[in-house]
């Protein structure tokens, strides 16, 4: 099983006096597979564009990979999505791992000028059209205009994020992958049973999995209790209370590196993981133990 992290957000690079580019270097020394940021245009909150904290990331490392948990290229001209996640394979070399979701409140596609009730056509147009236009090919876009990107790259893998039955079924038909966060073991048994379902009936391979997680390590002081991260999720996620117990990733490295085990039985290649803990970095180096503790590493 491979595990990744999500990059510290300004709050935390500020609080810990490290940049992006540090905490990527500090990732990749530990051994962790990949790293991880978000894309955002209006949550009320601090961010960094995703394109560009992960171009920071690619150029600041030689081996980890690089991941966007999601990209939203809906709330984009298409055209100008795919110039961006381009730029982005060129700059790493190939290390892109392309998270595609839909998601974000209503208020992003309103500062974005794309209506909400886009967000799924536009999403299912970019997977069929995204992959063409980063290699370099002719293009039909939707208005029947023809689009020839340059220099074509290498398609990164698209992961379609979201664990619901519609971000099943669209992983199934156009991704390369499914990437839900925050679910329980048992409720990615049951997705992946349609995933496999799903892809069969459309003639296509099985999407990978990889699972977005939340935790925060060891026991030093300050280092949120799993109670404490299963609160945060009931009341921002809408979790119950058993499965927001569930969630959280906590303890020591064997205790974590167990509980990744559970996902891993049930299909899951890959984790990405966004840590809670007062020290990033020791968080980081945490996570490598428990990195080292879990079967070997899977496919992309």
């Known amino acids: 099983m491979k595990v990744g992290v999500i990059l510290p957000s300004l709050t ?3 609080r810990d006096s490290l940049d992006l580019a540090a905490a990527a270097r500090h990732a990749e020394d530990a051994g962790l597979d990949s790293v991880w940021h978000g894309d955002h245009l209006a949550v009320g909150m601090p961010t960094v564009d995703c394109t560009i904290a992960l171009a920071v990331a690619a150029t600041a490392t030689a081996r980890i990979r690089i991941g966007a948990s999601v990209f939203i290229p809906a709330i984009r001209p298409l055209v100008w999505a795919a110039k961006q996640v381009a730029s982005l394979q060129l700059v790493s070399g190939n290390r892109l791992l392309l998270g595609v979701g839909s998601g974000g409140g209503a208020a992003q596609w309103a500062a974005a000028g794309v209506a909400f009730r886009e967000r799924g056509p536009r999403t299912d147009t970019a997977l069929r059209l995204l992959p063409g236009l980063l290699a370099g090919e002719s293009v039909t876009m939707p208005d ?8 074509g790259v290498e398609v990164p893998p698209l992961w379609v994020g979201n664990a619901s039955t519609l971000a099943i079924d669209r992983a199934a038909r156009l991704g390369d992958g499914w990437f839900p ?5 048992t409720a990615l048994a049951q997705g992946r049973e349609r995933l496999n379902a799903v892809a069969a009936a459309a003639g296509r391979p099985v ?42 990733v906590t303890g020591g490295p064997d205790e974590a590196a167990a509980r ?3 996902y891993a039985a049930h299909g899951a290649n890959h984790v990405v993981i966004g840590l809670s803990g007062p020290d990033w970095r020791a968080q980081v180096d ?5 990195r080292r503790r879990l079967p070997g590493p899977g496919d992309e």
């Open 12 to 14: 935390i690079q500020r």
């Open 144 to 151: 029947g205009s023809a689009v020839t990107l340059s220099p």
């Open 181 to 185: 966060s925050l679910i329980t073991p």
């Open 207 to 248: 999407p990978t999995v990889t699972i977005g997680a939340t935790g925060a390590l060891g026991d030093a002081p300050g280092t949120p209790s799993r109670t404490e991260l299963a609160a945060g999720l009931a009341g921002a996620y809408r979790h119950t209370a058993r499965d927001a117990e569930e969630l959280p």
């Open 260 to 262: 990744l085990a559970e």
């Open 286 to 290: 945490l996570l490598a133990e428990v």
